[in-house]
């Protein structure tokens, strides 16, 4: 049977990758790695870094209500997820790193991966040739930014879904396809109300690709997840004849 896929799988990927430094490294670098931050953000990182832990701490949160609607005795689980929270926490930033991992090594580790098998699959991974697709597709609109002459509405359109999916990419590894339905949910009210505009320029080029881009994120959330597909397709359904 394939392993599941849920809020436990997720971080046990994370915990593991953390799990790999050096007891002596610096925690914004192992962080920034994990994360994929990049050193060159300069003083930004750590505020990166920090928002990543807290959608961690918020993915523990989920995890914990999750295996409580299970039935999962408390006692089994009540102590791991509160030293993770504390793993977790921005607070041990200027920290070493062997604090940090002595809690996730000895305290949280084993114990989530029992966990992972205590849960049901909250959705499914996304292919890695839909994740490049997209990823690719993300890239030519970002082309396309740079020297576009296009309306300024179509371009604010544009670079709005550009910013909603790198988030939703970035926190895909802790959040999993949930990231990019609330992304979609949000691209979908920015279309609606971009209608006209949108309407009156299809057949740019920068349209076209968003439109592209819309169709195959939104193929991709549906079909990992059944979450909020309904309330998705709604959304979108007026856009979608504004534009198609």
Request: charged share 20%; hydrophobic share 45%.
């Given at each position: 049977?394939?392993?599941?896929?849920?809020?436990?799988?997720?971080?046990?990927?994370?915990i593991?990758?953390?799990?790999?430094?050096?007891?002596n490294?610096?925690?914004?670098?192992?962080?920034?790695?994990?994360?994929?931050?990049?050193?060159?953000?300069?003083?930004?990182?750590?505020?990166?870094?920090?928002?990543?832990?807290?959608?961690?701490?918020?993915?523990?949160?989920?995890?914990?209500?999750?295996?409580?609607?299970?039935?999962?005795?408390?006692?089994?689980?009540?102590?791991?997820i509160?030293?993770?929270?504390?793993?977790?926490s921005?607070?041990?930033?200027?920290?070493?790193?062997?604090?940090?991992?002595?809690?996730?090594?000895?305290d949280?580790?084993?114990?989530?991966?029992?966990?992972?098998?205590?849960?049901?699959?909250?959705?499914q991974?996304?292919?890695?040739?839909?994740?490049l697709?997209?990823?690719?597709?993300?890239?030519?609109?970002?082309?396309?930014?740079?020297?576009?002459?296009?309306?300024?509405?179509?371009l604010?359109?544009?670079?709005?879904?550009?910013?909603?999916?790198?988030?939703?990419?970035?926190?895909?590894?802790i959040?999993?396809?949930?990231?990019?339905?609330?992304?979609?949910?949000?691209?979908?009210?920015?279309?609606?109300e971009?209608?006209?505009?949108?309407?009156?320029?299809?057949?740019?080029?920068?349209?076209?690709?968003?439109?592209?881009?819309?169709?195959?994120?939104?193929?991709?959330?549906?079909?990992?997840?059944?979450?909020?597909?309904?309330?998705?397709?709604?959304?979108?359904?007026?856009?979608?004849?504004?534009?198609?």
């Amino acid at each position: 049977m394939a392993q599941r896929y849920n809020s436990a799988s997720r971080l046990v990927v994370i915990i593991n990758s953390f799990l790999t430094f050096s007891n002596n490294s610096n925690v914004i670098d192992c962080w920034g790695t994990v994360f994929g931050i990049p050193s060159e953000t300069g003083f930004s990182r750590a505020y990166l870094i920090a928002e990543k832990l807290s959608a961690l701490f918020e993915e523990v949160k989920k995890m914990e209500c999750a295996l409580r609607e299970v039935g999962y005795e408390e006692e089994l689980y009540i102590q791991p997820i509160n030293v993770a929270k504390r793993a977790f926490s921005p607070e041990f930033l200027p920290t070493g790193t062997a604090q940090i991992k002595s809690w996730l090594e000895n305290d949280v580790k084993v114990q989530f991966r029992y966990m992972v098998a205590a849960l049901p699959s909250d959705s499914q991974a996304f292919r890695d040739e839909d994740l490049l697709q997209l990823n690719e597709l993300i890239a030519q609109l970002q082309e396309i930014v740079q020297t576009s002459t296009a309306h300024p509405a179509v371009l604010n359109v544009v670079r709005n879904h550009l910013a909603l999916l790198l988030r939703a990419l970035a926190m895909y590894p802790i959040s999993g396809p949930s990231a990019l339905t609330e992304a979609l949910k949000l691209m979908a009210v920015d279309l609606y109300e971009n209608r006209d505009a949108l309407g009156e320029f299809e057949n740019s080029e920068e349209v076209g690709l968003l439109k592209r881009t819309w169709q195959h994120a939104k193929n991709m959330a549906a079909t990992t997840t059944t979450s909020d597909v309904i309330t998705l397709a709604t959304l979108g359904w007026e856009t979608v004849k504004a534009i198609v």
